[in-house]
């Protein structure tokens, strides 16, 4: 069983900046991908951006320039930093870990940019 455990997240201005962390409770070098996704009220869960084990990284194109996506193995957490924080950016921020042995879920944080 894996647990994710997400915080960072809050109330910004448009234009403001947040990072995200997601704490694991196994060693994340052990995880295939690790990604943040996202969903807002009335929309379906979306993909923000995933790191691979080895690094690599992928983003939507909706938040491509504005997010950074990164992993402390030491720490075993994953990073979220977003920029130019609009308001289309409010929702439930989730954390997933992909395994060969199941997919995971954080409980989410809240996001919420004012306009």
């Known amino acids: 069983q894996v647990q994710l455990v997400e915080s960072g997240g809050g109330l910004v201005q448009a234009g403001g900046s947040l990072r995200l962390s997601c704490a694991a409770s196994?060693?994340?070098?052990?995880?295939?991908?690790m990604g943040w996704y996202r969903q807002a009220p009335g929309k379906q869960r979306e993909l923000v951006a995933t790191?691979?084990?080895?690094?690599?990284?992928n983003y939507a194109g909706s938040v491509k320039g504005r997010a950074i996506i990164s992993r402390d193995n030491a720490k075993k957490t994953v990073y979220l930093q977003m920029n130019s924080l609009k308001p289309e950016d409010t929702a439930v921020y989730y954390c997933?870990?992909?395994?060969?042995?199941?997919?995971?879920w954080g409980q989410g944080t809240q996001v919420t940019v004012s306009s």
């Open positions: 196994v060693r994340i070098f052990s995880i295939n991908v």
């Open positions: 790191i691979t084990s080895g690094g690599r990284t």
């Open positions: 997933n870990a992909l395994m060969a042995v199941g997919d995971y």
